[in-house]
């Protein structure tokens, strides 16, 4: 399904290349406050076409409020955001449509939705559904603000490494000079959390987090800590001891988090991200039209990189998780005065 949450519920819709794409919020508390300008600094951060590396395609993505928001308030009904999709060229995608491309969601789309799906960029699929996301994450973080926490609860992602090079220029160049695309890791981090945020097992905050996680596309995997490298250490060197009352440790190999629930110490985890499945090189698949396998190489515009707009994404979605969270202790109030 396309719905993720339980007291704050984000649902995404549209396709890559009709109208628009946006997302519905439930559960925002009526009475935060909400202007367009809230939006703008992680929106332009999420777009392609400003730094090197992403897709050439350029939206003004200016969020439309439909439901949900009067006199710049929310209202406690769904809000619904949209943004408008502009700068499409979907005869790019029109001469493939028989030959689906290695690493996309094309061929399972078609079979799985009997050729009905929307192809064009990807449709729902596509990458370019994540601006609803970073929506998500601009009110998800503004609810965030409401929480009275000892330190200001900050979220925020960094890209460690492009191609194994934590020179992300010289990562990028690799990329460049193989004339194909290139992965990374991005790295987020959350300092301010309380203890006792996350439940045991299937609502463990690293649960939660992952859930959510993988519903950006490209992501291969997630750690928390010190995550694989917990594998090759012994019990005394992984675990943090405790210095205070606070709950402070002296080292974080667990991230802040133990049993699933938030241990007050800096939530620290990492995501691998793909290289982009769009590649100029030349591949192989099988034209489904004649039955035979041949040679393409992908046409239209796409990142070079997918990581580098990744971080204020993975922002967003750890910023819904934990407005999911509050509100389920009653720290985020369905009304806000």
């Not at 020179?167 to 460049?176: N, R, S, T, Y």
Request: hydrophobic share 40%.
């Amino acid at each position: 399904m396309n719905s993720f949450g339980r007291n704050f519920r984000v649902s995404i819709v549209g396709e890559s290349h009709g109208p628009a794409v946006g997302v519905v919020l439930d559960g925002v508390p009526s009475g935060l406050p909400l202007t367009l300008e809230d939006f703008l600094i992680d929106i332009e951060r999420r777009k392609g076409g400003t730094q090197k590396g992403t897709t050439p395609r350029k939206e003004d993505d200016l969020p439309i409020f439909q439901t949900g928001l009067f006199n710049g308030k929310a209202t406690g009904a769904p809000l619904t955001i949209l943004f408008e999709n502009k700068n499409t060229r979907s005869g790019d995608y029109e001469k493939q449509r028989a030959v689906p491309r290695p690493g996309h969601a094309d061929f399972v789309a078609h079979q799985k939705f009997g050729g009905f799906e929307d192809f064009r960029g990807g449709g729902h699929f596509s990458g370019r559904l994540t601006v609803g996301l970073v929506a998500a994450g601009v009110v998800a973080k503004k609810m965030l603000q409401t929480v009275s926490t000892q330190a200001p609860l900050e979220v925020r992602a960094t890209i460690l490494e492009i191609g194994g090079e934590a020179d992300l220029e010289k990562g990028l160049q690799k990329a460049i000079d193989a004339k194909d695309s290139i992965g990374g890791i991005v790295e987020c981090r959350v300092q301010g959390l309380p203890i006792g945020l996350g439940e045991p097992f299937f609502d463990s905050i690293e649960s939660l987090l992952a859930h959510a996680v993988f519903a950006i596309p490209a992501v291969r995997g997630i750690e928390f800590g010190t995550g694989f490298a917990a594998a090759r250490m012994f019990g005394v060197e992984h675990n943090d001891a405790i210095e205070d009352s606070t709950g402070k440790t002296t080292t974080n190999n667990a991230g802040g988090i133990v049993g699933g629930i938030s241990n007050g110490n800096e939530l620290v985890f990492r995501i691998a991200i793909k290289p982009t499945s769009s590649t100029p090189k030349e591949q192989h698949t099988l034209n489904w039209e004649t039955g035979e396998k041949e040679s393409f190489s992908v046409k239209g515009r796409h990142d070079l990189c997918i990581a580098l707009r990744v971080p204020v994404v993975l922002e967003a979605v750890t910023a819904m998780v934990l407005a999911d969270l509050f509100l389920q202790t009653g720290q985020i109030s369905r009304v806000l005065s």
